[in-house]
T-cell receptor
């Protein structure tokens, strides 16, 4: 079945530390992959996306993600976290078809310690 | 580009009442999606419109749910005879029709609480 998994429900990092959020997609046809961020009371904002080509993708707010086909992963990274990065992060896949609906992971809630 | 808007932002209702939500997509986007997000979960697909045609409905969308997109512009999602299990955030998203470049832009959502 088409699915996206985020193994970490909650992560806490110190401000200035590096960050890696994990995302795995179900094996089979590679979906188009996305990372979204959701702050309290806000909608989902797209951080970055991967369709094909270069496996290291740069996004907004200093985020990047690396697509690894061998591991069915699309992990999100940031070298130095800011307090304003505290939010919930969702990985999503689009497996194509006529609808192009997104299949989301369950999200990772990021807390940033001063 | 004014973004996707949703109204209301919050709705509290009693069980058994009907509620209706509205979504205004980005003006040039002909694809419109509804998702539902419950606490601790990621958004789940409910239904999809291309222009005014509703082309797919999830099994999550029971008979009490109906969605419309008259004239292919704004969309409404109605829930009849609400139940406590309907309490969730209802998200609307829109996109252009571009195969493989289907970036969806999300609205702020409508948070529904059923008492």
């Amino acid at each position: 079945a088409q699915s996206v998994t985020q193994p970490d429900i909650h992560i806490t990092v110190s401000e200035g530390a590096s960050l890696e959020l994990r995302c795995n997609y179900s094996y089979g046809a590679t979906p188009y992959l996305f990372w979204y961020v959701q702050s309290p009371g806000q909608g989902l904002q797209l951080l970055l996306k991967y369709f094909s080509g270069d496996t290291l993708v740069q996004g907004i707010k200093g985020f990047e993600a690396e697509f690894k086909r061998s591991q069915s992963s699309f992990n999100l990274r940031k070298p130095s976290v800011h307090w304003s990065d505290a939010a919930e992060y969702f990985c999503a896949g689009n497996y194509g078809g006529a609808t192009n609906k997104l299949i989301f992971g369950t999200g990772t809630l990021l807390a940033v310690q001063p | 580009d004014t973004g996707v808007s949703q109204d209301p932002r919050h709705k509290i209702t009693k069980r058994g009442q009907n509620v209706t939500f509205r979504c205004d997509p980005i003006s040039e986007h002909n694809r419109l999606y509804w998702y539902r997000q419950t606490l601790g979960q990621g958004p789940e697909f409910l239904t999809y419109f291309q222009n005014e045609a509703q082309l797919e409905k999830s099994r999550l969308l029971s008979d009490r749910f109906s969605a419309e997109r008259p004239k292919g512009s704004f969309s409404t999602l109605e829930i009849q005879r609400t139940e406590q299990g309907d309490s969730a955030m209802y998200l609307c998203a829109s996109s252009r029709t571009q195969t493989g470049l289907n970036e969806q832009f999300f609205g702020p959502g409508t948070r529904l609480t059923v008492l």
